[in-house]
């Protein structure tokens, strides 16, 4: 027995694999006449299963289990009103349903719903790794890529980071097996963002083509989305924890196009000098944003910069009349709301100043990203300590909402 096993009382590895070959025994003798698939969705033959192994160790139970494990099953002289065979019994039944459930898929979901906190999980198991890799969000942002053309899929908890794919060339040129397309988007590289909000879990499958066996275990079967990504040649499984969020019946309705999207730039080439290369990019980029707002871009189409700005504008004279016209909801009926977090809020901050100023009839808010969502954005609203700020205070219907991300305004 190993330090740490004698530390917390708890049996050797190599004990737990003496009690595991009756189960291996029994399984391999069904093998015999049947299918594993047949077994792991059969509660029958799942029950026949836990029988049998349970009358080989009611047999060898003071030899085998009370040594090991007596401690969590109880034999029927020690306890006479559990007994040996309803004790047992639960023991099996629980070690079976275990090896036929506790997939990579399964084994995520267990955790989080019962982990607390916020996570952006990648996880693996040296028994899937071939064909499978589980992802997860909960408060933290994960992304996938999808690169049909080349056989690529990139994963990550920043956005930008995933677009690594789009200038790498496919090894040995192109695939005509990989550009076989049903849809317009199919041979676009499409980019996947979790439900960080809700919480949803993510099980990617390569092997859809090359294994015959089921990619999730039974209990997962009915409630994880199946989806068909890389034009055929994997799976996506989804399951989300929250029940609010609307489903989509199909997946690219949820995805952002990589490719031919002009609002999507390739990463840049590294430099030996970064500071430099900010310097020097300093004047092409104030030129493109001044292009922008003067609709002067080389891509044909309306600027959004100013198609916002106008809306914003028509917004603005909206409320502004309905204030003058005494329908403005109150004194504490927010007319512009801005949120964002870090350096963002302090952008914020200061544009909720200069707003406030211009227009001193408007009532203007800024409120952190986190507390808001804290506030709105979950199933069960979080108050907010130390903060004026609550559902009571302030009322936001038709506020005109100013997002600022990355201190860009969206």
Same mark, same amino acid.
């Given at each position: 027995?190993?330090?740490?096993?004698?530390?917390?009382?708890?049996?050797?590895?190599?004990?737990?694999?003496?009690?595991?070959?009756?189960?291996? !025994?029994?399984?391999?003798?069904?093998?015999?006449?049947?299918?594993?698939?047949?077994?792991?969705?059969?509660?029958?033959?799942?029950?026949?299963? $836990?029988?049998?192994?349970?009358?080989?160790?009611?047999?060898?139970?003071?030899?085998?289990?009370?040594?090991?494990?007596?401690?969590?099953?109880?034999?029927?002289?020690?306890?006479?009103?559990?007994?040996?065979?309803?004790?047992?019994?639960?023991?099996?039944?629980?070690?079976?349903?275990?090896?036929?459930?506790?997939?990579?898929?399964?084994?995520?979901?267990?955790?989080?719903?019962?982990?607390?906190?916020?996570?952006?999980?990648?996880?693996?198991?040296?028994?899937?790794?071939?064909? !499978?890799?589980?992802?997860?969000?909960?408060?933290?942002?994960?992304?996938?890529?999808?690169?049909?053309?080349? %056989?690529?899929?990139?994963?990550?908890?920043?956005?930008?980071?995933?677009?690594?794919?789009?200038?790498?060339?496919?090894?040995?040129?192109?695939?005509?097996?990989?550009?076989?397309?049903?849809?317009?988007?199919?041979?676009?590289?499409?980019?996947?963002?979790?439900?960080?909000?809700?919480?949803?879990?993510?099980?990617?499958?390569?092997?859809?083509?090359?294994?015959?066996?089921?990619?999730?275990?039974?209990?997962?079967?009915?409630?994880?989305?199946?989806?068909?990504?890389?034009?055929?040649?994997?799976?996506?499984?989804?399951?989300?924890?929250?029940?609010?969020?609307?489903?989509?019946?199909?997946?690219?309705?949820?995805?952002?196009?990589?490719?031919?999207?002009?609002?999507?730039?390739?990463?840049?080439?590294?430099?030996?000098?970064?500071?430099?290369?900010?310097?020097?990019?300093?004047?092409?980029?104030?030129?493109?944003?001044?292009?922008?707002?003067?609709?002067?871009? $080389?891509?044909?189409?309306?600027?959004?910069?100013?198609?916002?700005?106008?809306?914003?504008?028509?917004?603005?004279?909206?409320?502004?009349?309905?204030?003058?016209?005494?329908?403005?909801?109150?004194?504490?009926?927010?007319?512009?709301?801005?949120? %964002?977090?870090?350096?963002?809020?302090?952008?914020?901050?200061?544009?909720? $100043?200069?707003?406030?100023?211009?227009?001193?009839?408007?009532?203007?808010?800024?409120?952190?990203?986190?507390?808001?969502?804290?506030?709105?954005? !979950?199933?069960?609203?979080?108050?907010?300590?130390?903060?004026?700020?609550?559902?009571?205070?302030?009322?936001?219907?038709?506020?005109?909402?100013?997002?600022?991300?990355?201190?860009?305004?969206?």
């Amino acid at each position: 027995m190993t330090d740490d096993a004698k530390i917390a009382n708890l049996p050797a590895y190599e004990e737990y694999e003496k009690i595991g070959t009756y189960f291996e !025994q029994v399984l391999d003798d069904m093998l015999l006449t049947m299918k594993l698939e047949e077994i792991s969705s059969s509660l029958e033959e799942r029950c026949k299963l $836990s029988d049998r192994v349970e009358a080989r160790l009611e047999c060898e139970y003071k030899s085998v289990l009370l040594p090991v494990i007596g401690k969590y099953v109880t034999s029927e002289e020690d306890d006479v009103e559990e007994g040996v065979i309803a004790s047992l019994y639960s023991f099996v039944t629980t070690t079976v349903d275990a090896f036929f459930d506790n997939d990579l898929l399964h084994a995520t979901k267990t955790f989080l719903a019962n982990a607390k906190g916020s996570f952006g999980l990648c996880i693996s198991s040296s028994l899937d790794a071939h064909r !499978q890799l589980c992802l997860a969000a909960r408060g933290q942002t994960i992304s996938i890529a999808f690169y049909p053309t080349k %056989g690529l899929i990139c994963y990550g908890s920043e956005q930008a980071a995933v677009k690594a794919g789009i200038t790498i060339d496919l090894p040995g040129g192109r695939n005509a097996l990989l550009e076989k397309s049903h849809l317009d988007i199919d041979n676009d590289a499409l980019r996947l963002d979790l439900d960080d909000l809700g919480g949803e879990v993510c099980l990617l499958d390569w092997g859809v083509r090359s294994h015959r066996s089921h990619a999730i275990s039974p209990p997962n079967r009915r409630i994880a989305e199946c989806h068909k990504v890389m034009n055929g040649s994997a799976a996506v499984y989804l399951i989300k924890e929250s029940q609010v969020t609307r489903k989509n019946d199909l997946l690219y309705h949820r995805m952002t196009r990589l490719t031919r999207n002009q609002f999507i730039k390739p990463l840049q080439e590294e430099s030996d000098d970064l500071v430099l290369s900010d310097i020097e990019d300093i004047p092409r980029v104030c030129r493109t944003i001044q292009d922008d707002w003067h609709n002067r871009s $080389s891509v044909k189409t309306m600027s959004l910069n100013r198609l916002t700005m106008w809306n914003l504008g028509r917004c603005l004279r909206k409320r502004l009349e309905m204030r003058v016209n005494g329908d403005g909801g109150g004194d504490n009926a927010v007319d512009i709301l801005l949120t %964002g977090c870090e350096v963002s809020l302090w952008l914020a901050e200061q544009f909720t $100043s200069d707003l406030q100023k211009a227009f001193p009839k408007l009532v203007v808010r800024c409120v952190s990203s986190n507390k808001f969502l804290g506030l709105y954005g !979950q199933e069960i609203s979080i108050p907010i300590v130390g903060f004026p700020v609550s559902s009571k205070t302030d009322t936001i219907n038709d506020a005109i909402v100013i997002i600022v991300r990355y201190t860009y305004i969206v």
